[in-house]
């Protein structure tokens, strides 16, 4: 069964940190694009950050120089490191990523994982 697991949300103060992870499992031949997207209450998902395959790196405008992506291809691993986290962080983080098959390709999406930061 191909999916993709989370792991690392949690409650913390504004100016903390957290590392989120998420681990992708299956049968597939390759991963191309992984990335985050964070959803608040109310409000559509948005794109947190997104790293390729060959390591180009984009974040969304709100989270640069805070939030760092990178990936561990021999771990099928993508992990996003929050720094210096606000209020306005909190919402549940969905890790994505493009898996392929000798078949073709295909968008899968983790469970989500609840990063609240509160005083």
């Known amino acids: 069964q191909t999916q993709l697991v989370e792991s690392g949300g949690g409650l913390v103060q504004p100016g903390w940190s957290l590392r989120l992870s998420c681990a992708a499992s299956?049968?597939?031949?390759?991963?191309?694009?992984m990335g985050w997207y964070r959803q608040a209450p109310g409000k559509q998902r948005e794109l947190v950050a997104t790293i390729t395959s060959s390591g180009r790196l984009n974040y969304a405008g709100s989270v640069k120089g805070r939030f760092t992506i990178s990936r561990d291809n021999a771990k099928n691993t993508v992990y996003l490191q929050m720094d210096s986290l606000k209020p306005e962080d909190t919402a549940v983080y969905y890790c994505n990523a493009d898996l392929s098959w000798v078949s073709g390709h295909q968008i899968y999406w983790g469970q989500g994982t609840q990063v609240t930061v509160s005083s």
């Open positions: 299956g049968s597939f031949f390759s991963i191309n694009t």
